[in-house]
C-alpha cells in the first residue's frame, strides 16, 4: 500500500479483555515499530522487529504484551488482559531499514473501560 | 536509561516571528538525532536528521537544527513561522549502537497566530 495501515482506527473494550492491534506497512520495509502515545506525551516506544525478529522488544511495558511479525510483513500488537491504564494510541512505523525515516500509521485508539 | 526532554511544553508565537525549540538527551555514546512533526490530523512524520557531519541541518518547510554535543541538545529553529505551521513538534533520539531503539521526547505544541 501507499502508507502504513492500522486497524482498527479504534477500539473500545472492557477491563480484562484480551485486544488485538494489526500493523501493515508500506510493502518493502524490514523495519517495523510499535510505540504507544498517552494524552500530552510523546510516542514510547515498545518493541521492534527486523524481519521477522523482534529485535529489541525492551519497551514492552509487562508480559500481558505481545508482538509478532510471522511474516516479516504485518505484524500484530497483542494485549492480554486489558486494564484502564493501557489506553492510549497505539502508534505502528515502519523504514526501510533500521534507524532510518520511520513512517507512522495513523495509529490505533485503544479505550479500556 | 536514555531520555529526550522538551522543555517547551506549549509555544504561542505570531506569524513571522522567529521559532527556537529546544531538545536535550542524556545519552553521552554517538547519537543520531531527529525531529518529527504532526500537524493537525496528520500522522507523525519527519522533519529533519541528523547523523552526522554538519551539525546544522536543514529540513524542509525552512526549519534547520543545530546539535551541539558539549550541551547534548538538538534544537530545532526557523527564523519565520507561518500559520501553517501550527503542530506539535517531537524531537526523538537513537544510540548509534542500537539505531532500531528511537526515544521520542514529550512534544512541545506549536500554535502560530495569523
Known amino acids: 500500500g501507499a502508507g502504513v495501515s492500522q486497524t482498527p482506527s479504534n477500539k473500545v473494550t472492557e477491563k480484562g479483555k484480551y485486544v488485538e492491534l494489526r500493523c501493515d506497512p508500506i510493502s518493502g520495509h524490514t523495519a517495523l515499530y510499535w510505540y504507544r502515545q498517552s494524552l500530552g506525551q510523546g510516542p514510547e516506544f515498545l518493541i521492534y522487529?527486523?524481519?521477522?525478529?523482534?529485535?529489541?522488544d525492551s519497551g514492552l511495558p509487562n508480559d500481558r504484551f505481545f508482538a509478532v511479525r510471522p511474516e516479516g510483513s504485518v505484524s500484530t500488537l497483542k494485549i492480554q488482559r486489558t486494564e484502564r491504564g493501557d489506553s492510549a494510541v497505539y502508534l505502528c512505523?515502519?523504514?526501510?531499514?533500521?534507524?532510518?525515516?520511520?513512517?507512522f500509521g495513523e495509529g490505533s485508539r485503544l479505550t479500556v473501560l | 536509561a536514555q531520555s529526550v526532554s522538551q522543555h517547551n511544553h506549549h509555544v504561542i508565537l505570531s506569524e513571522a516571528a522567529s521559532l527556537e525549540l529546544g531538545c536535550n538527551y542524556s545519552?553521552?555514546?554517538?547519537?543520531?538525532l531527529f525531529w518529527y512533526v504532526q500537524y493537525p490530523g496528520q500522522h507523525l512524520q519527519l522533519l529533519l536528521k541528523?547523523?552526522?557531519?554538519?551539525?546544522l541541518v536543514k529540513g524542509i518547510k525552512g526549519f534547520e537544527a543545530e546539535f551541539i554535543k558539549s550541551k547534548f541538545s538538538f534544537n530545532l529553529r526557523k527564523p519565520s513561522v507561518q500559520w501553517s505551521d501550527t503542530a506539535e513538534y517531537f524531537c526523538?533520539?537513537?544510540?548509534?549502537?542500537?539505531?532500531?531503539?528511537?526515544?521520542f521526547g514529550q512534544g512541545t505544541t506549536l500554535q502560530v497566530k495569523p
Open positions: 541528523y547523523f552526522s557531519g554538519d551539525p
Open positions: 522487529f527486523q524481519g521477522t525478529g523482534a529485535a529489541d
Open positions: 545519552y553521552g555514546g554517538t547519537v543520531n
Open positions: 526523538a533520539v537513537n544510540e548509534a549502537s542500537n539505531t532500531g531503539k528511537l526515544i
Open positions: 512505523a515502519s523504514s526501510s531499514q533500521e534507524g532510518g525515516e520511520l513512517f
